[in-house]
T-cell receptor, first 111, second 114 residues
Framework: AQSVAQPEDQVNVAEGNPLTVKCTYS??????LFWYVQYPNRGLQFLLK??????LVKGSYGFEAEFNKSQTSFHLKKPSALVSDSALYFC?????????FGAGTRLTVKP | DAMVIQNPRYQVTQFGKPVTLSCSQT?????MYWYQQKSSQAPKLLFH???????NEADTPDNFQSRRPNTSFCFLDIRSPGLGDAAMYLC?????????????FGPGTRLTVT
């Protein structure tokens, strides 16, 4: 079965420091992986996706994600965190007609 | 800007009183989805339309129905809301059901059941 896991419920970083939000996947066949961000009382916003090609995927708002096939991971990263990056982040995998989401990681960036 | 619009943003209904949530899109996408999200949990797919074809998830209660009168609009009808149906309802669209396409989400409707 296609699934993703986000091992951390909460990630805290200081503004200006690099951030990583972790995601691992379990997929049969080619993995089609996505990251979304959700701000309070808002819908999910698409950040980036991995379909094929370069393992380092660049997305919106300075975020990037590294696809690692040997570790079955797709971690979200940003070199320098902003307070405005504080939000709920979801990793997801497409499976048939469904977007299967991880449980979410709440990122808090402190000034 | 092309977008997914949901109305209303906040909806209060009484226990057992039917309610309809609406979604419209200017992206001209074939597929429209309805998700239920509770308390910052992962969104749960209720059903989706691929063009006019309706696809219900196996565990979606019969209390939830949907209509898609045209490409741009999709409605979620809750026939007899219970307290457990209080949640954020998210509409999303996609160019197709192909796995490589991302979904675009509306801002959501927060439903309160009193």
């Amino acid at each position: 079965a296609q699934s993703v896991a986000q091992p951390e419920d909460q990630v805290n970083v200081a503004e200006g420091n690099p951030l990583t939000v972790k995601c691992t996947y379990s997929v049969s066949g080619n993995p089609y992986l996505f990251w979304y961000v959700q701000y309070p009382n808002r819908g999910l916003q698409f950040l980036l996706k991995y379909i094929t090609g370069d393992n380092l995927v660049k997305g919106s708002y300075g975020f990037e994600a590294e696809f690692n096939k040997s570790q079955t991971s797709f971690h979200l990263k940003k070199p320098s965190a902003l307070v405005s990056d504080s939000a709920l982040y979801f990793c997801a995998v497409r499976f048939d007609n469904d977007m299967r989401f991880g449980a979410g990681t709440r990122l808090t960036v402190k000034p | 800007d092309a977008m997914v619009i949901q109305n209303p943003r906040y909806q209060v209904t009484q226990f057992g009183k039917p309610v309809t949530l609406s979604c419209s899109q200017t992206l001209n996408h074939n597929v429209m989805y309805w998700y239920q999200q509770k308390s910052s949990q992962a969104p749960k797919l209720l059903f989706h339309y691929y063009d006019k074809d309706f696809n219900n998830e196996a565990d979606t209660p019969d209390n939830f129905q949907s209509r898609r009168p045209n490409t741009s609009f999709c409605f979620l009808d809750i026939r007899s809301p219970g307290l457990g149906d209080a949640a954020m309802y998210l509409c999303a669209t996609s160019r197709a059901t192909t796995e490589t396409y991302e979904q675009y989400f509306g801002p959501g409707t927060r439903l309160t059941v009193t």
